[in-house]
């Protein structure tokens, strides 16, 4: 992955810069996160997925924003799950032959829940 002496290199850099250390595993974890985005991207999902969220914020409009842990992903179109899982695959592909990382899915998270099937208010 990245040597610890760079971790511990771009750490402190980061540190003189904003006044805190951010933990070496964070910059590691992003490290991945930018490759999986990179891996994706060359995938048909590019066009029927919309990235939000705190990794969203940071990678695309603001640089200095939080450290994230994690990345989410809307559906903007109705896709079949195992559709979507060959297409990670794929993009699991690409990362592994861009840059050597290995990617596994641990956990799928999946919300259904969709302004259709909001429950009745009563009102």
Request: glycine content about 6%.
């Amino acid at each position: 992955m990245i040597p610890q002496r760079k971790l511990s290199l771009l750490s402190n850099r980061l540190a003189r810069k904003g006044g805190r250390r951010v933990p070496e595993a964070v910059l590691e974890r992003d490290y991945c996160l930018s490759w999986f985005l990179v891996g994706l991207s060359k995938t048909p999902l590019i066009d029927i997925l919309a990235f939000k969220g705190g990794t969203a914020i940071k990678k695309c409009y603001i640089p200095d924003y939080r450290f994230s842990e994690d990345l989410d992903f809307t559906l903007r179109e109705s896709v079949p799950f195992e559709k979507i899982q060959a297409y990670l695959a794929l993009a699991f592909e690409n990362v592994e032959k861009d840059s050597g990382i290995k990617i596994r899915i641990s956990r799928f998270d999946q919300n259904v829940l969709g302004l259709t099937d909001l429950p009745d208010s009563g009102l």
